[in-house]
């Protein structure tokens, strides 16, 4: 399985978690590839995990778009700890891309992604929580029937604004009668 990470490489964003788990995700033989910028100690930390498992992790430090999409797109699963996410919109890209996403149950994570059904949900932030969804993610991985059926609940999901549009609509013309 290759796990995708695009972000900022800070505490907040949970980055810390992904280097205490990436030898649980390299020990069942999963790959990790990671674009990011950030804190220099993260930066470090990545940089070594890569020349130490090559094959297995590689990092980019910067951003780029394109490479960003193609990560999304291209991984088995988007990792997406962050301690805390007002909104969030890689955890909806990677859906639109059929790429499950994994997420700290907080803010627009939590809003967006149900677990076992669009992706995979977990709490606390911490490593051993994000190791466990890791373990849920491969172990329906491996049943390819669950697995597409994974992939599909996230891209069937509408992601734009005509559902909450409509919704806004009606409340206001049921509003509008009462005053007319």
């Not at 430090?61 to 805390?84: K, N, T, V, Y």
């Not at 969030?88 to 149900?114: E, F, K, M």
């Not at 669950?146 to 049921?174: F, I, K, M, P, T």
Request: glycine fraction near 8%; hydrophobic fraction near 45%; aromatic fraction near 8%.
């Amino acid at each position: 399985m290759l796990f995708g990470v695009v972000s900022r490489l800070t505490a907040q964003k949970g980055t810390d978690l992904i280097v205490q788990a990436a030898p649980d995700i390299i020990a069942q033989s999963g790959q990790l590839v990671m674009l990011g910028k950030g804190d220099a100690d993260l930066e470090n930390a990545l940089r070594s995990m890569a020349q130490q498992h090559p094959g297995r992790v590689h990092v980019t430090i910067g951003f780029d778009e394109s490479l960003a999409h193609l990560i999304e797109a291209g991984a088995d699963c988007f990792l997406m700890p962050s301690r805390f996410e007002p909104c969030g919109l890689n955890q909806l890209y990677s859906r639109a891309y059929g790429t499950p996403p994994i997420v700290h149950a907080t803010g627009g994570l939590a809003d967006s992604v149900v677990d076992k059904v669009t992706g995979f949900v977990f709490a606390p932030a911490t490593a051993e929580a994000l190791i466990a969804a890791v373990e849920r993610a491969f172990s329906r991985y491996r049943d390819p029937a669950a697995w597409d059926c994974l992939v599909q609940g996230g891209l069937s999901q509408s992601l734009d604004w005509s559902g909450s549009a409509a919704r806004y609509e009606s409340v206001y013309q049921n509003l509008r009668l009462r005053v007319i």
